[in-house]
């Protein structure tokens, strides 16, 4: 098998998986009660929160447990809007963030809320001057993501953080594609809220994290026990919270590393394509994109099929965003870009990871070129 889909999800690092199991045997005590099998659970997730504070430049009294991705940028959009509806109704964000914030912004505008999606440019970049000049009053929330799930690319976020700063207003990042792939330091990209998840960094599913500046005084999401501070309820889900801890430490260690080989991979496999196959076209910025990320589209050809040969060859590919997996129409990213429907269907993304090789790359190319040619050939 190649398994070329680390955007949709990663394989849990053997370190994560170790960290984690004697909280799945030994300490499965409660971190809330008041003995030492429950302390042994606090202080691992206390330790955890320090650990992934660190990893951002940030104070562990700012990070937040959360179930992973969906749940973080929905707390994190929902309740910062209700935290400064006193002060204006006005949302801005993109066109090609995860649905995680776009269904999120569209509950809101059945609630009231006014939200500018802004337009980006051909590569997938949102221009900080436009979104200065869609700055309002009323705007109270702008949420922008560090880099995007389909294209790879790689936002502004620094620029549109000072914007934000210098008019008080919140700035949210999701950051589930960027965080353990690139340094991130939230001071200085003056980010106020910051979404993760562990499954995309080598962690377990179903665990991620907020962080919330002290400055955003933002309300719970989820109402219930004293947890985290009183603004998440819900028992600490240790084992997992650990089994993340170790991910983000071990994908800091490696991420220069690992950077620079898949870099070197991609670039290969782009430039393999794009030579051999015709009509080949790159989606997304050429450079300002993740390390790992290739998203090719080949007119004449609908990229289910593409992938379904693949798979008959043992590789895992998507075409959009694993959520929108069995989702009809041309993902609503290729179609912010541009792109015309037929591209758009036409479109396949192959995300890298460390354990890929150069081989798999040529065999991958390979395959890519008689699986084009093949399906062209057939519909003439
Ligand atoms: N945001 C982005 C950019 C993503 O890529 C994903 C997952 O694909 C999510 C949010 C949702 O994360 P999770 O699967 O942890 O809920």
């Known amino acids: 098998m190649i398994y070329l889909d680390h955007a949709a999800t990663t394989r849990t690092a053997p370190e994560a998986v170790e960290a984690m199991l004697p909280y799945l045997t030994d300490y499965y005590g409660n971190a809330g009660g008041i003995y030492t ?5 606090r202080k691992a997730v206390s330790r955890a929160r320090q650990t992934i504070a660190e990893t951002l430049g940030a104070e562990p009294n700012e990070i937040y447990f959360t179930a992973g991705g969906t749940e973080s940028d929905n707390w994190a959009v929902i309740a910062a809007y209700e935290a400064c509806r006193h002060k204006g109704n006005h949302i801005i964000t993109s066109k090609i963030e995860h649905h995680a914030v776009l269904r999120a912004c569209e509950y809101l505008e059945k609630r009231g809320a006014e939200v500018t999606y802004l337009d980006v440019d051909e590569n997938g970049i949102v221009d900080p001057e436009r979104l200065d000049r869609a700055i309002r009053p009323d705007t109270v929330l702008i949420s922008v993501m560090y880099a995007n799930n ?8 620094r620029e549109i953080g000072e914007i934000a700063a210098a008019r008080g207003i919140l700035f949210h990042t999701d950051a589930v594609q960027a965080y353990g792939q690139m340094p991130i330091r939230v001071g200085e990209d003056h980010i106020d809220l910051l979404s993760a998840s562990a499954h995309k960094f080598n962690g377990p599913k179903g665990i991620g994290f907020l962080y919330i ?6 309300g719970s999401f989820l109402h219930g026990g004293q947890q985290e501070r009183g603004r998440r309820a819900g028992t600490e889900n240790v084992p997992a919270i650990v089994g993340m801890e170790a991910a983000a430490q071990r994908a800091c260690r490696i991420m220069e590393q690992k950077t620079a080989k ?3 991979l991609r670039d ?3 430039g393999r394509i794009l030579r051999e ?3 080949s076209r790159l989606n997304g910025h050429p450079t300002q994109r993740l390390a790992g990320n290739i998203n090719i589209s080949f007119p004449s050809v609908e990229g289910e099929s593409v992938l379904i040969m693949l798979d008959m ?12 997996t069995g989702a009809v129409g041309p993902s609503h990213v290729l179609r912010a870009i541009g792109l015309p429907e037929e591209l758009a269907k036409g479109a396949v993304r192959l995300t890298l990871g460390e354990e890929n090789t150069m081989e798999e790359m040529d065999a991958v190319a390979d395959a890519l070129a008689e699986i084009v040619d093949r399906i062209r050939t057939l519909r003439l």
Do not use: F, M
């Open 37 to 41: 099998l429950a302390n042994d659970s």
């Open 313 to 324: 060859r043992g590789i895992c590919a998507s075409g959009g965003s694993a959520c929108t």
């Open 268 to 270: 290969y496999l782009i």
């Open 213 to 218: 500046s002290r400055n955003a005084k933002i």
């Open 277 to 279: 196959i015709p009509g």
């Open 150 to 157: 389909e294209i790879g690319t790689i936002q502004p976020v």
């Open 262 to 264: 898949e870099i070197q």
